[in-house]
């Protein structure tokens, strides 16, 4: 099981690099074939097998030379990791469907995973990424729906995606009237609705909370230590991110339980 979703975590970890790098270019997809970034000549499929390919070509283009960042390997095995530990959680959470559900659960993490490389390394998210997670939501959505003839369930959905899109819209707007600056990027409540539309209302707060007090702490503690300015803009897709891993894994109730250890026993 561990290493079947290992393999499998190795090829959409593949597949991902080329989400990460070419969406924000605005280069298709699908065509062309992956090229070295310095030649333009094309990978030969000998060289394009996730982190073993790295490592025989010791990071570099067998044309060119040019060092092929590690970024790519890293990325690969990062996703395998991932997939390893949805496989390895699955059940934990019985709140919450898609933690149930290792398909689903696999797409949402690989979603989320990309949008925050994708910040982390442009500071944008890009609104076709948003519009593919949104597809696949809408999927999950009605498949779940169906099969539990629980259509109360979709429209939950629904509903939360858009609560989760304007509630950060009206927070921006209410600071940019204070201060006439933009705290929050419009990909940052784009992203808001995506994970409301996965994981429902009840999830959707317990995200909203628990990546504000995590972007807050980091901002912080960079501050403190002198290695972030005021200024300085920061991209909050990777709290968001591993806010919603954390809840569609352990179910909102238990990061509500956390919270109250952490504040109300002490
Ligand atoms: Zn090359």
Known sequence: MILILFIFGLAFGSFSNVIIYRVPRNISIIKPNSFCTKCNREIKWIHKIPIISWIVLKGKCSYCQSKISYLYPLNEFLVSLIFIINGLSLGLNENINIGNNLISLSIFSLLIYIIAIIDIQNLIIPNRVIVLGICFAFLNSISISILNNDYYYLLNRLFSGIVGFLSLEIIIFIIFLITSKYA?????????????????FNNLFAVFVLSIYLGGIFSLVGILLNKLNRKDKIPFAPFISLSAYFVALFGSENIWNLFSRLYISS
């Not at 929050?184 to 429902?200: A, E, I, P, T």
């Open 184 to 200: 929050f990027g419009s990909g940052d409540s784009k992203f808001y609705g995506l994970v409301g539309f996965w994981l429902g």
